[in-house]
């Protein structure tokens, strides 16, 4: 907060004004530059001791990220803890929206109680990023209720005034309200400026300034030491506009030529300080000079209370800018590569890439940017380092291999594949002879890197993870951050092998808490990763205790709902959920997953299938079919859209065809199989393609209906065969499961009434300690006629719950019901007996 100057015209009740208006949502001071909205603001809160958090806004603070960590560490002023949850959300490659981190921001506030305290935003007016707008709104719309917001703006912000004013909840002080009037204007110009003027004299200033205090202050200026006061008057007319550039000149024109020059060369910095002065202006006394322009109200502003840091008042530093930009142009790059040294020098590199590029010198800034894009854009200011990739030219870019890298690295994250792709051919091609062979090495492990998240952002996680191992064998240890990224991505492998045997869970386990303590949302993937495993594993207990370690992991539950990384978690807890028969619980999570999904720039293409499948198969267990195929078909356009691998498009379509023959439309499943292009007869039998083979046997099934010697019935039991073969080697229970209780449909099919009953018993068995429900029940009546049947023969007959059919033959839903079965209700149409969800 600027430290308020000990003589300052009272404004009484102004200020009074503002200390009612703590009762109320907003404040919004609203008028043009030079009306002393800061200085009243910080007078006001000066008077009133009250806590505030005050956060001065520049134009870079557009980006959402930055905007947002600035605000939070406003309010960490007054406590420390306060959002350290929504700076944990902020501190990823690709942080959720402003909206959605002012959300936890909240909850934090209303957490943390404490009294009553104003968030000051000043300079407001130079945000227009939507996104912002959208947040504040939403903070407007959950103000904690110790928190007043205050505004100081030169322009009404999009926010919802008229609806806060109609309600009562806005404070405001506008233009008419902060002009000087006559008594005012005379106290400041005698008081505060030390000019003795006639009445006459103040009351023409008052009226040709209209009460404009910048213009009062230039005039008053431009008086001191003047003899001819009544000839000034005379030609003091025009706008504010031209009374600006009049009275500059003329306040300019009366300074000392050091002082002028100190002016002048010191204007190009949005913050000063005596040691940054002294290092552009190359003269020292910086720190003295600051004190003796305060003290002579030269339209300098301290921002703290040591007086360590001033800036100049917007309008005067933009016709300072404007003079220096006429009187000496060679000189303004200079003074900005001196300010850009000065903020390298103190580690400060993101005021120096500005500064660098305000010169504007191109090669200095590319030096800068390189080190630091990644680190700076990988801790959520996409937009600001994006920014400095635009700014610098196409040629220079295309010589600089890591900037190629960073830059195609930025493009990957917001779902710019072809530009990538691109600049990582640029990238290569710079990899020439002459060049160190270490560095060769590291830029073709950036390349081989990002080409690897390209894929896995397309869908092929094979190419992924073979372009991700080849570039951890070139990286060196201290390439930390492409390092951990191929790392995480490598415990993937079971994703196309199948293979989660106890070596590959150990794999996982080892890599899938990497960065926890660091940042709890980078391990929730991995976590994930590792949950995902386990259902493949067919251990759904094990893998709902370690998707719990994700809610663990995280400062707070509900603050899932918001990291972007938490769409695997919601997707694949939902899929377990629906296994089990919790539709309830599983539309829940499918929901927040699909809200994260809406929010976020992209997701990976492997969870948008689970995502979209696991919605359909839940549509599917409540019986609504229709909605099911239009969910499905969005996935096929979603996946159209993003040029998802083929085997993540064919999946898509397979589970839809699944979904015909359940309706009883084999003719549509029959088409799906025809045009497939696979064969019961494939020599390989890809696990990326294992659940459409399994679809391709239950239309062969359903194609073999009331012919037990067909030879679709033989055929597909040859591939179920091949196909067990290969999961039960690599631990794919999951797999086992769906394809034994195939097998067993296939062998009643052909009319082998003893192997079938035992096949689908030996299945349950397996199934039923880890409480399988929806994978036998979404078969519909064929299942549940083999269990009448292996029921019948049994000698001791197992429990188990299954849910009433409808009369369409599909399971009922309605009230997220089951039923428990023992016996009897395989004999006869079951009633519901309790709301068990589980074997």
């Known amino acids: 907060m600027p430290h308020p100057r000990p003589h300052l015209v009272p404004r009484t009740q102004l200020v009074e004004r503002l200390q009612r208006g703590m009762d109320r949502a907003l404040t919004l001071i609203s008028a043009p530059a030079g009306f002393g909205k800061t200085t009243l603001l910080a007078k006001w809160l000066a008077e009133s001791g009250l806590p505030v958090a005050w956060l001065s806004l520049e134009a870079e603070d557009n980006d959402p990220t930055r905007f947002l960590s600035y605000l939070i560490a406003a309010l960490q002023t007054l406590d420390p803890q306060t959002g350290t949850t929504a700076l944990a959300l902020l501190d990823t490659p690709q942080p959720p929206s402003s909206k959605t981190v002012l959300a936890v921001l909240t909850n934090d506030l209303v957490d943390h109680g404490g009294g009553d305290f104003a968030l000051v935003l000043n300079d407001y007016h130079v945000i227009s990023a939507e996104s912002i707008q959208r947040g504040m709104t939403f903070l407007l719309e959950h103000l904690p209720p110790q928190l007043h917001l205050v505004l100081a703006t030169r322009v009404d912000p999009p926010l919802p005034s008229a609806r806060l004013r109609a309600q009562g909840e806005l404070c405001e002080i506008r233009t008419a309200d902060l002009r000087f009037g006559f008594a005012e204007a005379g106290t400041f110009l005698q008081t505060v400026m030390g000019l003795d003027l006639e009445v006459s004299a103040i009351a023409t200033l008052e009226q040709r300034t209209e009460g404009w205090i910048a213009g009062l202050q230039l005039a008053a200026l431009s008086l001191q030491g003047r003899a001819d006061i009544s000839g000034f008057l005379a030609a003091f007319t025009g706008s504010h506009r031209s009374v600006l550039d009049c009275l500059s000149d003329e306040v300019l024109a009366r300074q000392p030529a050091p002082v002028q020059t100190f002016l002048l060369h010191t204007c190009i910095l949005d913050r000063l300080s005596g040691p940054l002065c002294d290092a552009v202006t190359e003269q020292e006394g910086s720190q003295a000079m600051l004190g003796g322009l305060e003290r002579a109200n030269l339209f300098v502003v301290a921002l703290d209370d040591e007086r360590r840091w001033y800036r100049y008042h917007h309008l005067f530093a933009e016709v300072l800018r404007s003079h220096l930009q006429q009187a000496e142009p060679m000189l303004v790059p200079v003074l900005h590569r001196r300010a850009s040294t000065w903020y390298e020098q103190h580690e400060l590199p993101i005021e120096a890439v500005q500064h660098a590029l305000a010169a504007p010198d191109i090669a200095l800034a590319a030096r800068l940017i390189e080190p630091i894009a990644l680190p700076v854009a990988l801790h ?86 073979s372009l991700k191992q080849q ?66 594993q067919g251990r759904l207990r094990q893998a709902a205790t370690t998707y719990a370690q ?58 948008a299938v689970l995502g979209y499948t696991t919605l359909a198969r839940l549509q599917q267990a409540r019986g609504n079919i229709p909605a099911a195929l239009a969910t ?208």
């Not at 060196?476 to 590959?504: C, H, Q």
């Open 471 to 536: 570039a951890l064998e070139l990286l060196p240890e201290a390439e930390v951050i492409p390092r951990a990224a191929a790392l995480v991505s490598t415990i993937r492998a079971y994703l196309v092998s199948g293979d989660v045997t106890p070596a590959s869970e150990r794999e996982v386990a080892a890599v899938a808490l990497i960065g926890t303590s660091d940042n709890p949302f980078a391990a929730v993937s991995g976590i994930c990763l590792l949950a995902r495993l386990h259902v493949l």
């Open 632 to 839: 499905l078909d969005a996935l096929g356009q979603v996946a159209e859209g993003q040029h998802f691998a083929p085997h993540l498009l064919t999946q898509g379509v397979a589970v839809r065809a699944q979904l015909e023959l359940a309706q009883g439309n084999v003719a549509e499943a029959i088409d799906w199989a025809d045009a497939s292009g696979l064969s019961t007869e494939d020599v390989d039998l890809r696990y990326l393609r294992e659940s459409e083979y399994l679809v391709l046997v239950r239309v062969r099934i359903a194609q073999a209906k009331d012919n037990p010697a067909s030879p679709f019935l033989h055929d597909a039991l040859r591939l179920l065969d091949r196909l067990l073969q290969d999961a039960e080697p690599k631990a794919s229970m999951s797999s086992v499961l769906e394809i034994l209780m195939l097998r067993a449909l296939a062998l009643q099919a052909q009319g082998d009434r003893t192997s079938a009953p035992s096949t689908l018993e030996r299945a349950l068995v397996l199934a039923e300690p880890e409480g399988y429900i929806r994978l036998f029940v979404d078969e519909g009546q064929p299942v549940l006629a083999l269990l009448r049947h292996a029921y019948m023969r049994s000698s001791t007959p197992r429990i188990f719950l299954f849910p009433p059919l409808t009369p369409m033959g599909f399971w009922n839903h309605s009230a997220g019901a089951s039923v428990k079965c023992c016996g009897c209700c395989l004999k006869e149409p079951p009633t519901v007996r309790s709301p068990a969800a589980s074997f």
């Open 380 to 465: 959520g200011q996409l937009s600001t380092v994006l920014g400095w990739m635009h700014a610098l030219p196409e040629a220079l870019v295309r010589t600089r291999p890591f900037l190629c890298v960073s830059y195609a690295l930025l493009l990957t994250v917001t779902n710019q594949l072809e530009a990538a792709e691109a600049r990582l051919q640029e990238a290569e091609r710079n990899v020439q002879e002459e060049m160190a062979a270490e560095q060769a090495q590291i830029i073709m492990g950036y390349v081989l890197t990002i080409r690897g998240d390209i894929a896995l952002f397309s869908g092929d996680i094979p190419q992924g993870l």
């Open 550 to 607: 994700v809610v663990q992991a995280v400062p707070r539950p509900e603050v899932l709902q918001t990291a972007p990384s938490s769409v695997f978690y919601y997707f694949g807890l939902s899929d377990l959920l629906r296994e089990w028969n919790d539709l309830d619980a599983a539309e829940r999570h499918l929901a927040l997953g699909m809200a994260l999904v809406n929010e976020i720039l992209t997701v990976e293409p492997f969870l």
